[in-house]
């Protein structure tokens, strides 16, 4: 079983502070999403990196996929009440039918 | 463009009694995924559907059920309710798997809320 590790799991910052969060895991993927779901709701599409090394920037969001497509992370800059939820990240592997394997989740809570 | 939809919002059930839950999925997809978030944990993988057939199966016990009809929307099945299948139900669509890679994105609904009391 794959499995993808998020770190840290729970993350309480004040207002204007940044943050790293990470996806680590040992298995390749041939893409990897984020998500953020908010409590009660569904999670919501952030970004899909494709090529290892690729940073994609979200606004105050940067979203890197390491050079050998086995990990990610998403740092956030400045961080804004608004950004307070669940993140997660899926990694997706090809090979007859696609597995799409779900990280265990970073809950950030950011203090205004 | 209409994003996936679930129903009902709520479902408050009580223990031994059959939930039905349902799932439309984005216009041109065919995948459909059902996952379990039960409170403090993760995203549990339940189901999934493509082109009207069950593809692969989470670790999940046999009242557990659904199908895919042939217009691509869904539908969960849980039977025998117990007071541990309290949980958000979430329904998530993709793309044929035979897109581009990049496009293989799920795209989830709002959830149903299953409460079995």
């Known amino acids: 079983t794959q499995l993808l590790e998020q770190s840290p799991q729970f993350l309480s910052i004040q207002e204007g502070e940044n943050l790293t969060v990470y996806c680590n895991s040992s298995?390749?993927?041939?893409?990897l999403q984020w998500y953020r779901q908010e409590p009660g709701e569904g999670p919501v599409l952030l970004v899909t990196?494709?090529?290892?090394?690729e940073v994609k920037k979200l606004k105050r969001l940067t979203f890197q996929f390491g050079d050998a497509r086995k990990d990610s992370s998403l740092h956030i800059t400045a961080a804004q009440p608004g950004d307070t939820g669940l993140y997660l990240c899926?990694?997706?592997?090809?090979?007859?039918?696609?597995?799409?394997?779900f990280g265990t989740g970073t809950k950030l809570q950011v203090i205004p | 463009e209409a994003g996936v939809t679930q129903s009902p919002t709520h479902l408050i059930k009580t223990r031994g009694q059959q939930a039905t839950l349902r799932c439309s999925p984005i216009?041109?997809?065919?995948?459909v995924y059902w996952y379990q978030q039960a409170l403090g944990l993760g995203l549990q993988f339940l189901l999934w559907?493509?082109?009207?057939?069950?593809?692969n199966r989470g670790n999940f016990p046999p009242r557990f059920s659904g199908r895919q009809f042939p217009n691509y929307s869904s539908e969960l099945n849980v039977n025998a309710l117990e007071l541990e299948d309290s949980a958000l139900y979430l329904c998530?669509?993709?793309?044929?798997?035979?897109?581009?890679?990049?496009?293989?994105?799920?795209?989830f609904g709002p959830g149903t809320r299953l409460t079995v009391t």
């Open positions: 998530a669509s993709k793309v044929p798997w035979a897109a581009a890679s990049g496009r293989k994105v799920q795209y």
């Open positions: 298995s390749v993927f041939s893409s």
């Open positions: 990196v494709v090529t290892g090394g």
């Open positions: 899926a990694g997706a592997q090809t090979g007859g039918y696609q597995k799409v394997t």
């Open positions: 216009s041109g997809h065919t995948s």
């Open positions: 559907y493509d082109e009207g057939e069950e593809r």
